[in-house]
């Protein structure tokens, strides 16, 4: 079966992409119609597959061919925070010190709209994950959930803010950047294969 959406057209693409992902993940029931849909997913899966094997391929140059133990794959991850791409980018100073706030309100509505419930994607990625990387991604899903807190849950914060600069954040009306970043989330929760492949690279010593 071949991709449904055409990846030329990156905006339609990656909003029927994120359309597709925020059904995929919501809560369903049985349905009569329970054939065709997995005929949908497969055709989906395939087109955010190809999608996903050519960000793979872009940063296969990036990586070292060889990571000899954890603490080397550790300090290159590191050095990533000022020599991965993006890092020093003149929009985090544009944010910080020139936008204003009809600006600042745009951009944070694109965020929201891609935004994907990373408390949930990181409850996916925790099946089956070695010990390792399930420990870390635990940690991180317990600060995702404010330790307990309702009151300190990233995304109920999330959601105060929207409601507090009322913002109307739509998959119609956001940019394919902000969803060309959210997409992958969402594919990589359910499916964790680069974790897993990363943790038997470096080793589990």
């Not at 061919?65 to 980018?89: I, K, N, R, Y």
Request: with cysteine; aromatic share 8%; proline share 5%.
């Amino acid at each position: 079966m071949h991709s449904i959406v055409n990846h030329e057209d990156a905006a339609d693409f990656h909003r029927a992409l994120a359309q597709f992902n925020v059904d995929r993940l919501a809560i369903g029931k049985p349905c009569a119609e329970w054939a065709g849909q997995l005929q949908t997913e497969y055709a989906w899966r395939h087109s955010e597959g190809v999608y996903l094997e050519s960000l793979r391929a872009a940063v296969v140059p990036l990586m070292p061919s060889v990571m000899p133990s954890g603490d080397a794959f550790v300090a290159w991850f590191s050095a990533l925070e000022t020599t991965g791409p993006g890092q020093q980018h003149r929009l985090f100073d544009w944010l910080a010190q020139t936008a204003t706030l009809p600006q600042l309100r745009w951009f944070l509505t694109q965020e929201a709209a891609g935004e994907a419930g990373f408390d949930d994607l990181l409850a996916l990625t925790l099946v089956k994950l070695p010990v390792r990387p399930k420990l870390e991604c635990a940690r991180n899903f317990w600060d995702e959930m404010g330790h307990g807190k309702a009151a300190a849950m990233h995304g109920g914060m999330l959601e105060r803010m929207v409601s507090g600069l009322d913002l109307q954040p739509s998959i119609a009306s956001t940019v394919r950047e902000a969803l060309a970043l959210s997409n992958p989330h969402d594919r990589t929760g359910e499916q964790p294969s680069l974790c897993v492949s990363i943790d038997r690279r470096v080793g589990s010593g």
